[in-house]
């Protein structure tokens, strides 16, 4: 068995509760103490340490099952990031900045977001059709999300 890289278990639980993000802990760790960590080790220490998962999926703002080729898009990023404000989650600046930003824009074009899995793109913004859509997406005929909310 080998060691663990956890060189400071307070510091760790610090910056995880701070809302540090995945990214901003591998830099530090290698700027810190010249280590090489990955995304895993950080959701392995978050377990091992009983700390509060992250991910927040709020159903009513991703009610689709989405495909691996759409799972990236800055779209989608946003409407994960509108969930953890909701959910009062922490969130870095810059994300609660963009996503402010972009729920303005949403807002200037009277827009939502629509989902739509059969095109390359995937995610467009479209008129809002007032009365129905009364979110920040395109209210689907049918939910076909496969997965509850994480807990």
């Known amino acids: 068995m080998t060691a663990s890289k956890l060189v400071d278990r307070d510091e760790f639980i610090r910056w995880y509760n701070d809302g540090k993000t995945y990214k901003w802990i591998i830099e530090k760790y ?24 992250r991910a927040v999926r709020d159903v009513s703002l991703i009610p689709w099952a989405v495909n691996r080729e759409h799972r990236y898009h800055h779209t989608l990023h946003m409407l994960r990031t ?17 996503a402010k930003a972009w729920l303005r824009n949403l807002e200037e074009q009277d827009a939502v977001v629509h989902y739509d899995p059969d095109t390359e793109e995937g995610w467009w913004l479209v008129p809002r059709r007032h009365g129905i859509d009364t979110d920040i997406i395109r209210k689907p005929d049918r939910v076909t999300r496969q997965r509850k909310a994480r807990e």
């Open 82 to 98: 509108v969930g953890r404000l909701r959910a009062g989650e922490p969130t870095p600046e810059a994300r609660r900045k963009k």
């Open 30 to 53: 290698l700027e810190k103490y010249d280590l090489e960590i990955g995304n895993g080790t950080i959701s392995n220490w978050r377990s091992q340490l009983e700390l509060e998962k």
